[in-house]
């Protein structure tokens, strides 16, 4: 189901609702599960328009899903905002909530109650989904709310290295999360933590490749202008300290690419054959027919042999270095 709430498109699953009713089933009510799914899909979406609207001031285009495990707020047009803004995103869904269950518990001190049990009901549990759920995606654990603010900080304080501690953090309080369930046989919250626990143990091996792919990816970015004024030298310079075993291959592959073509061009041979035998397969068969039709254009014929005895032979990819 999709619908729009203002300019902001809203995506429903089906499968939100399903787990909205086996949420609510311990009610055992219908008309009390019909009245916990809508406070659950009314709170949700609150909780990522408070996400949605932050976002938009800074300029963000925002867009929301909500799914089988909550709801979630991205950006049509994604940027860099800094990591001071996208702590303010994160904790605007936590305090949306808390501004309706601050609303809430006003109205109860003043009195200002329904008569009719279903409604008195219906305003309890509308107060406890906001209020508790708030608390608990405020815990320091990604991909929970307090987990991206705790990652912002984290990068505000090491200059951009806070992503692998806060997955290790993250773990650890995964790992407490679950043992709690497990004592008081909580089994959804069990199923959350665990999920949530090998998320961020899969992306704590991961960290070193993402932070070593930012700078190959802005030294790739930089080195295509290089070239584009044929300052091979420039471009060599741009790649060689950030082409990295840590990078991913699909990244290391574009640099390798971009640095051989540096290289050529700057006929730099002692340094490019070594390397395009070492990693041949990683830059491919296309690449390296395409070197080779340049070395020989240049005269370079025993050159454009070796490079060419690579494409119907390559190697195993390998490590740059």
Not at 220 to 239: F, H, T
Request: glycine residues 10%.
């Amino acid at each position: 189901m999709l619908l729009r709430i203002g300019s902001i498109p809203v995506r429903v699953r089906g499968l939100f609702l399903f787990m909205a009713v086996v949420l609510g089933a311990r009610l055992q009510r219908p008309d009390l599960i019909a009245i916990w799914v809508a406070i659950v899909f009314i709170s949700v979406l609150v909780h990522e328009l408070g996400h949605a609207l932050v976002g938009r001031m800074f300029g963000l285009e925002p867009q929301i899903e909500l799914h089988g495990m909550g709801g979630t707020t991205s950006w049509v047009n994604g940027g860099d905002i800094g990591h001071a803004r996208g702590i303010a995103i994160s904790l605007a869904g936590p305090f949306a909530g808390f501004g309706i269950a601050a609303l809430l518990f006003a109205c109860e001190r003043l009195g200002l109650r329904p008569h009719s049990p279903l409604a008195v009901l219906g305003l309890e549990l509308a107060f406890q989904i906001n209020f508790w759920w708030g608390i608990f995606n405020l815990a320091p654990m990604l991909p929970l709310d307090g987990g991206n603010v705790l990652r912002g900080t984290l990068n505000l304080l090491t200059k951009g290295r806070g992503e692998k501690p806060a997955r290790a953090i993250s773990v650890v309080m995964g790992v407490v999360l679950l043992a709690y369930a497990a004592l008081a046989g909580a089994l959804w919250l069990g199923a959350l933590a665990a999920f949530f626990t090998w998320a961020n143990v899969q992306a704590y091996r991961q960290a070193d490749t993402r932070s070593a792919d930012v700078p190959l990816a802005q030294a790739i970015e930089k080195a295509y202008v290089a070239l584009e004024r044929d300052d091979g030298e420039q471009a060599i310079a741009l790649l060689r300290p950030v082409i990295v075993p840590q990078t991913s291959e699909e990244l290391r592959a574009i640099g390798l690419r971009v640095y051989s073509y540096a290289l050529l061009i700057e006929g730099m041979w002692d340094e490019l054959l070594p390397m395009l035998e070492k990693n041949a397969a990683l830059i491919g068969a296309e690449e390296l027919t395409r070197y080779a039709k340049t070395a020989r254009e240049l005269g370079r014929t025993e050159e454009a042999d070796r490079i060419g005895a690579l494409v119907s032979r390559p190697r195993p990819a390998n490590d740059f270095g």
